[in-house]
């Protein structure tokens, strides 16, 4: 008779949580006819996964997850991501005519994916939480199934998704092959002792790291975002353009510092390659937009470069300075999304013509958003920025963030346009806007951490 | 929270407050939210300077920003003597000026916007005199610049009103570029941004020069100077003088504020501030010495003709300005900044007033249209006449002791100072008598104008008047502080500065100091009774000397033509440049290919690069496809397989 | 025995056929069952790793792939018929409405 002892529970309550909420949101919302209610469910089991993260810390499933600082700050901005993006949806899928009760439900069992992800140690957590949160997102990204836009959105976003974790697993079945383990601390002493990297390991690395700069689009894997985030809600393409993106630098930091430890310098020229190449064609092709969602759609793309200058150093300091912008990157990119959701026609660089008259608070709200996107101090971007910069020149990397900063320059210009659009053009009719209570809220947190952050960087820093 | 941190924070939480909720909520109120909050800005400032008398100075980081390696930036305040007189001033002032705003600016449209600007001007003039280090310093710098430019043109509906803010705003770009490389030179040599670590290392500096086009030139010399730059553009100095009478479009309390106590003297105090940089370069003193001297003249004779009341007094302030740097320039920084913190007095109860008579005669400004209106407005005319006989220089009176500690360390400084000297006691006679010129033609004799306006005439409301008599103790007894010895006084105040500023050491006898002083009385009553016969007792003298000598008079009257010189050969050659070699050029596609082209290329490539971004599915798993083929096979190339 | 060489080749060709039909068919249900086919090519791979290496975990493996694979089918046919309500349409040329 085998005894199988069982599993210790608490490191992995958050996710237990979140996914009990998630199934019975699915039920209550055939009770409940008012989808508020389930907001806020949704709303308070984020708060009660946040109070539980904390003391969650430990390993258990055999040491197949892990939950630690790492894993716990990138918790902490999926809870953001997740809770921001509920408060601009309440009002904005009523009016998009989006409202299913299912759209919550999906939310929380997206995030819990994401944290999946964050905490796995093990490929196999890792690929599962990774579908998770990748089916969530497709059906989230089409959930406005009346809007060929929308549907459009969602079958690119699944067939590539699909595509990519094809190419993940190929990848793992490689490194399982030549490892006999999935656990990525195991694959790291086993890959020790190789002199020389095999052809098979550095496929299966390419092949993982195609999977995850999938995730963050980061190019030449980018094409699919600036589609899927035009024709997603505008809701989905905020938390799409976070979530995601974040939980995929959680896992490229802890698979490649960690098992693909002994070819680093393999991976760092991989990266360096791709950070120049997603800064240039997000910067670039932003330029060009007329569509304010595409362009930050490029602009996430182009951030996605920067933060890879994180990823890139590898010491203690770019990482961190990585993920503090991350944080950062939350809060401007939601701050914006949620200006365009505010105005009732906002997808149109043409629609901000001449905001600052007809609706200067609004205005003000999305002139301080693209500054601190263009990282202009004393905004948080110009914090993010700076941080992020300093610790690769500190790392040696100079050169790359000279180009980063010319890129950085160059965003100035679509972004600004912006600015340009709401001061300096003419109105052409009065903006109608579609405030509510929550949407505000989510508003007021994201402009004042702009600011705090802007202004006090020792809460994010250190 | 530490209480030195409230002096500044007061009047920015009230200047948030009003703007946020002037327009809804508060609207005729908000004079109270601004005056409490610098009153108790005021409340700790004195406090602050009895701990600075009582032998204190206080230097700490409040806050760093971002610190990475010797760049550090940081929120920092110095509060020593220099500081606590400059708080004082700002505060005392500041106050001042809200309440007789709340009587001047009653019923104006814009009445929370004005005390909401009121309020973040005095922040930034706090921050700006509260700073540790150099960036603060240059934050402070450019905010009281934009509040002045936002004042300036507070009613942007008058045109000239929105040029004058524009104009201010352009002529202070010059000062502020070499202000701003001057920093950046400071930073760059000595890697340090707090004064107390610019002066430790500053002396290292000496002997040291920079070879710029082939000359070398003194380095010291050269930090000097291009700070000096950017207190020339504030302080309103030869040759960026020009903005500051144009200022005076803007509303009177600000004219009194910031065009006369604080902004416009940031640029002696940076200059006094800096003084372990200045003193080592006696080329730059002597530029500051002769920079004020010259300019001290120059304004004072054009203030000698103009007819309006305002840019008279405006006149003044730049003349006056011009004394302090004289001071500076000769060592004398502590009598320089006593100087200034005397004229602060003077000169805001002469634009108060001012605004006391305007008040009265309907916005009328021609002194020639006034007349008499001492019998309407007794308190207005005690009152400016104090201030007079202050800036005039009559014993007994704040301006004299602070005029006369100038003149007597520029007597004692060498060829030069005896030059600065000379042109200062000439200045003294020419003050006196304009300032006279405003009392005879606008308090004495007949009424000129309507009879609609003298009919209007009438004294100002309490809230105007009452300041005007605390500025009026203020203009007769701030001098007392630095009573000369040879007066049998203790110069308490220059003992005060001396940690900070030093002191001249001067060996000369009480008997050469009385004469100096009898020479500048002798001018300045001199200056008083020829005004008198002039405007009261043979008014058709100066009309008169205007016929015979008509060249000089009309070069006076238009000041020099300064404004048109630069007309003409900065603005027009510009407009020329523009509208000519520019468009010239860009149709030969010089300028566009480097101006336009560069952004139209990239656009041009996002424009291509675009077209691969086709919408086809297929394309987009290619492009992943190529991708992975292609690091793929650079990493077996880089691996050498 | 057959050696593992052979379950390897076996399984990089079946993913390569994938990855070709994915790119180059338009036809949104065999790019599907192309997908399908690169996750099989692993399975086979994950099994005969398993096996060879006496190893357990590359069963385990298997058994996620193929549920997670069932899910994303159901979702994947779920979009595409809510993309056919709208617009029939199963070719990718088809759907090109964002682009640039």
């Known amino acids: ?462 | 929270m530490d209480k030195y941190l409230l002096i500044p924070l007061l009047p920015l939480i009230a200047f948030t407050i009003n703007i946020i909720f002037g327009k809804g909520i508060i609207k005729e109120r908000a004079h109270w939210i601004a005056i409490l909050a610098v009153l108790g800005s005021f409340a700790i400032a004195v406090s602050t300077l009895i701990e600075v008398l009582n032998g204190k100075t206080i230097n700490y980081d409040v806050y760093s920003w971002i610190v990475s390696g010797s760049f550090k930036v940081t929120v920092g305040f110095l509060i020593d003597q220099l500081t606590a007189i400059m708080l004082i001033v700002v505060t005392s002032v500041s106050l001042l000026v809200h309440i007789y705003s709340v009587g001047y600016m009653h019923g104006d449209k814009g009445y929370y916007r004005f005390f909401a600007y009121l309020s973040l001007f005095t922040f930034s003039m706090l921050m700006l005199v509260m700073g540790n280090n150099l960036l603060q310093l240059y934050f402070g710098w450019e905010a009281v610049g934009l509040c002045s430019y936002f004042l300036i043109g507070f009613w942007y509906e008058k045109k000239s009103a929105s040029d004058a803010g524009k104009k201010a705003f352009i002529v202070n770009r010059f000062g502020d570029f070499g202000f701003g490389i001057g920093v950046i030179m400071i930073f760059l040599t000595l890697g340090a941004l707090h004064y107390t670590d610019i002066f430790a290392k500053v002396g290292t500096l000496q002997g040291q020069t920079i070879n710029i086009l082939g000359y070398n030139i003194d380095l010291i010399t050269l930090i000097a100077l291009l700070l000096f730059c950017g207190a020339v553009g504030k302080s309103a100095q030869i040759p960026l003088h020009v903005w500051l009478p144009d200022a005076m479009e803007g509303p009177t309390p600000v004219s009194a504020l910031i065009h006369a106590a604080t902004m416009v003297t940031a640029g002696v105090f940076m200059v006094a501030r800096f003084n372990p940089i200045f003193s080592l370069s006696e080329t730059a003193m002597n530029v500051v010495a002769l920079t004020g001297a010259i300019t001290s003249l120059f304004a004072a004779t054009i203030a000698l003709v103009q007819n309006d009341i305002k840019r008279i007094v405006a006149y003044s302030t730049v003349s006056q300005l011009g004394y302090m740097f004289l001071a500076c320039g000769v060592g004398a920084y502590g009598a320089g900044v006593f100087h200034l913190y005397t004229h602060a007095y003077f000169k805001a109860l002469l634009f108060l007033g001012a605004g006391s008579v305007m008040h009265a005669m309907a916005g009328e400004l021609d002194i020639q249209k006034m007349g008499g209106l001492k019998k309407h407005m007794p308190v207005t005319y005690w009152t400016f006449l104090i201030a007079s006989l202050s800036i005039a220089g009559i014993p007994g009176l704040a301006g004299f002791f602070s005029k006369d500690e100038i003149l007597w360390l520029a007597y004692n400084h060498g060829t030069i100072g005896k030059i600065v000297w000379l042109m200062g006691t000439a200045v003294a006679a020419l003050t006196a008598f304009y300032s006279f010129r405003i009392i005879f033609m606008a308090f004495h004799g007949k009424f000129r104008g309507t009879h609609e306006q003298e009919h209007h005439l009438h004294e100002s409301p309490k809230a105007m008047t009452i300041p005007l008599i605390i500025l009026a103790i203020g203009a007769i007894s701030a001098g007392w502080v630095g009573i000369p010895a040879a007066l049998g006084g203790s110069n308490a105040i220059a003992h005060f500065f001396e940690p900070v500023l030093g002191h001249p050491h001067v060996t000369a006898a009480h008997e050469e100091e009385f004469m100096v002083m009898s020479i500048s009385i002798v001018a300045a009553i001199g200056g008083i009774f020829v005004s008198w016969i002039f405007y009261s007792l043979k008014p058709e003298i100066p009309k008169t000397l205007a016929a015979k000598f008509k060249g000089i008079y009309t070069t006076l009257w238009n000041k020099y033509y300064v404004d048109e010189l630069y007309g003409f050969i900065i603005v027009r050659p510009t407009k020329w440049i523009a509208s000519n070699i520019l468009v010239a050029v860009t149709d030969g596609k010089i300028i566009e290919g480097i101006v336009n082209g560069v952004p139209q290329a990239i656009r041009n490539f996002g424009e291509r690069l675009r077209k691969l971004q086709t919408g086809h599915l297929q394309h987009y798993a290619v492009s992943m496809a190529i991708g992975l083929f292609v690091i793929l096979t650079l990493v077996l190339i880089a691996a050498g397989r | 025995m057959v050696p593992l060489d052979w379950y390897i080749g076996l399984s990089a060709v079946i993913f390569v056929i994938g990855v070709v039909g994915f790119i180059i068919r338009r036809n949104i249900l065999i790019m599907l069952m192309s997908v399908e086919l690169m996750l099989n090519s692993v399975n086979i791979s994950l099994v005969a790793f398993s096996h060879y290496l006496q190893d357990l975990r590359g069963q385990i493996f298997v058994f996620f792939i193929i549920t997670v694979a069932a899910a994303e089918a159901a979702i994947g046919l779920a979009i595409l018929v809510a993309l056919f309500k709208n617009k029939a349409a199963v070719h990718t040329d088809e759907i090109t409405e964002m682009k640039g």
Not at chain 1, 128 to 154: C, Q, V
Not at chain 1, 349 to 378: C, H, N, Q
């Open chain 1, 1 to 462: 008779m085998m005894n199988i002892p069982f599993p210790d529970l608490r490191p992995v309550t958050p996710e237990i949580i979140m996914t009990i909420s998630a199934t019975v949101l699915l039920i209550l919302e055939l009770i409940f006819k008012n989808k508020g209610v389930l907001a806020f469910i949704a709303v308070a089991t984020a708060a009660v996964v946040l109070y539980t993260i904390p003391s969650s810390h430990g390993q258990t499933f055999g040491g197949m997850f892990i939950s630690d600082t790492y894993s716990t700050y990138f918790k902490l901005i999926f809870m953001i991501n997740l809770v921001l993006t509920i408060l601009i949806s309440l009002r904005y899928i009523q009016r998009e005519k989006a409202e299913y009760g299912e759209y919550y439900s999906l939310l929380l069992f997206a995030t819990s994916g994401m944290m999946l992800m964050a905490s796995a140690k093990d490929l196999i957590i890792l690929y599962l939480g990774l579908e998770l949160m990748a089916l969530s997102t497709y059906i989230l990204a089409g959930i406005k199934r009346h809007d060929i836009k929308s549907n459009e959105a969602a079958i690119k976003y699944f067939l590539l998704g699909a595509f990519s974790s094809a190419l993940l697993l190929y990848g793992i079945s490689l490194i399982y092959g030549m490892t006999t383990t999935t656990d990525i601390y195991k694959i790291a002493a086993s890959l020790q002792n190789s002199s020389t990297p095999s052809l098979p390991l550095l496929l299966s690395m390419i092949l993982i790291a195609a999977a995850f700069l999938f995730k963050i689009a980061a190019a030449p894997f980018h094409m699919w975002a600036p589609d899927v985030y035009e024709g997603a809600p505008t809701s989905i393409t905020a938390f799409m353009s976070v979530g995601p993106k974040a939980a995929g630098f959680a896992v490229i930091g802890r698979v490649f510092y960690i098992a693909f430890q002994s070819i680093q310098t393999d991976w760092t020229a991989i990266l360096i390659g791709v950070a120049i190449l997603t800064m240039a064609v997000g910067n670039i092709l932003a330029l060009v937009q007329t569509n304010i969602k595409r362009m930050l759609a490029y602009s996430s793309i182009a951030h996605a470069g920067y933060m890879l200058i994180g990823i890139i150093p590898g010491t203690q300091e770019s990482m961190s300075a990585m993920m503090v912008y991350m944080l950062i990157y939350a809060f401007m990119n939601i701050g914006a999304f949620a200006i365009v959701i505010l105005l009732e026609k906002g997808e149109e660089l043409s629609d901000y013509e001449g905001l600052s008259k007809s609706r200067p608070l609004v205005a003000a709200l999305m002139l301080i958003f693209m500054f601190s996107l263009t990282g202009i101090p004393p905004t948080a971007g110009f914090i993010g920025k700076f941080n992020l910069f300093m610790a690769a020149i500190k790392a040696g990397y100079t050169w790359l963030v000279v180009i980063a900063v010319m890129f950085s320059a160059m965003s100035a210009y679509y972004y600004l346009r912006v600015v340009m659009n709401m001061y300096m053009k003419e109105m052409k009719e009065e903006a109608a806007i579609t405030p509510s209570p929550s949407l505000g809220l989510a508003i007021l947190i994201t402009v004042l951490m702009v600011f705090v952050i802007g202004i006090m960087p020792s809460v994010v820093i250190g």
